[in-house]
């Protein structure tokens, strides 16, 4: 999980210059396949952009984008022969986590990678 930006908040209910005290707090989890360098452009990141409206922060969300990269990058429609390596930040809440591994532990159980 990026870190959290801030916005200020428009809505309804913070009249005149209030808005400035309670910001609207956009959340920003990032995935690179770092299989996938070439010289000329380099690594690709997808971002993956809620704000706390939609939807909170947390190991369920971030296993959901972890689901959708993987379901995007063609990795979970058929046999992959190669290793399964994550390297996440220290954010124990969202990215390294019993949820987060099990969800990694599943995807070698279910013969999608070997390990």
């Avoid at 309804?12 to 959340?27: A, F, R």
């Avoid at 360098?37 to 296993?63: C, F, K, L, P």
């Avoid at 046999?79 to 019993?98: P, S």
Wanted: aromatic letters at 14%; proline letters at 3%; charged letters at 15%.
């Amino acid at each position: 999980m990026g870190q959290n930006l801030c916005l200020p908040n428009f809505a309804g209910n913070q009249p005149g210059d209030m808005y400035y005290l309670s910001p609207l707090t956009i959340y920003l989890f990032g995935v690179v396949d770092n299989s996938k360098h070439s010289r000329q452009d380099g690594h690709h990141m997808n971002a993956y952009v809620w704000s706390e409206y939609e939807a909170d922060r947390g190991a369920n969300n971030i296993t959901s984008c972890l689901l959708y990269e993987f379901q995007l990058q063609g990795w979970l429609s058929q046999t992959n022969y190669g290793d399964l390596i994550i390297i996440a930040n220290n954010c124990r809440g969202q990215n390294k986590n019993k949820h987060v591994v099990r969800f990694l532990m599943w995807l070698v159980e279910a013969r999608f990678f070997p390990k």
